[in-house]
């Protein structure tokens, strides 16, 4: 059993795992980028930022010093895609464990390279254990305690038992796997989708609309996901279709919430100018799209997306753009 954990993040998503993971240990620590909201973690409890309402465990000791963070045997990694390798860089320099397992719950594929967080990690962090949890795990209900699933996945199958256990808890079931790479593509590419989902709800578009929408975009995911490295398997699991459902649906989710706003006609400068919170689709479409047009894989919704928010396509442009495509047979993949 792993007896120090750190969780290095904490927006809403780490803030959460930080909750969880403290009912099955003696303490956690959780790491803040910025000094100020490790003060106010560790004063009022609660990260009014990112998770309000939510009441932080006494044994989540909070903290600022990543080296103090990086001594645990368990590093839980928690970080916008865009932050990731420069915080990895900074582990390794801070003397990561060479026995230390490193999860990531990142959903995100970094730009420019088109690596997963575990490549960026395998760069930074050479010869390290790695594993991801993904799922659909939205922050808010994982810390309320609402029941729910996610999947871990790792390269090395001796580590999941334990990991399994440490993950799990009365309201969350934890199940395993050794597609990490599968594991990883669903969890991000279905932010992107989220944001297309959402951009059909500002638009008005209708429920019918949005379920195919959402049904073609898992065949999109599967596609491009399998390309990539992932089991077909994987995308109709928890990381797939399951993220890909919640995201999409979810009042609470960033992306699709992005993503409405955009059909309403708001920019999506003026929408990263307005919230603290991170939508991972947005730099995961580009990354996205780039991986796609380098292997010659057909992604309609991405590239619409992409355009709508790299390139200035409007939100109703870019429907129209997927409606008019040529038919095809449903089972063409």
Known sequence: MFDHISVIGAG???TALAALLAGNRASVTLWAHRPELAAQLATTRENADYLPGVRLPENVVVTNDLAAAASADLLVLVLPSRAFRDVATQLAAADVREDAVLVSCTKGIEVGTGLLMTQVLASCLPERRL??????NLAAEIARRVPAAGVIGSRHPEILP??????SAQAF???TSEDVDGIQLGG???NVFAIAAGASDGLGMGDNAKAALVTRALAEMTRLGGALGGRRETFAGLSGIGDLMVTCFSRHSRNRSFGERLGRGE???AILASTRTVAEGVPTARSAWECAQRLGVEAPIIAEIYAVLHEGKSPRKAMAGLLDRPPKPEADR
């Open 12 to 14: 809403g998503w780490g």
């Open 131 to 136: 594993a991801v949890l993904s799922g659909p």
């Open 162 to 167: 334990e990991l399994q256990e440490v993950f």
């Open 173 to 175: 079931r934890a199940y």
């Open 188 to 190: 991000a590419l279905k």
């Open 267 to 269: 920019t999506t400068d």
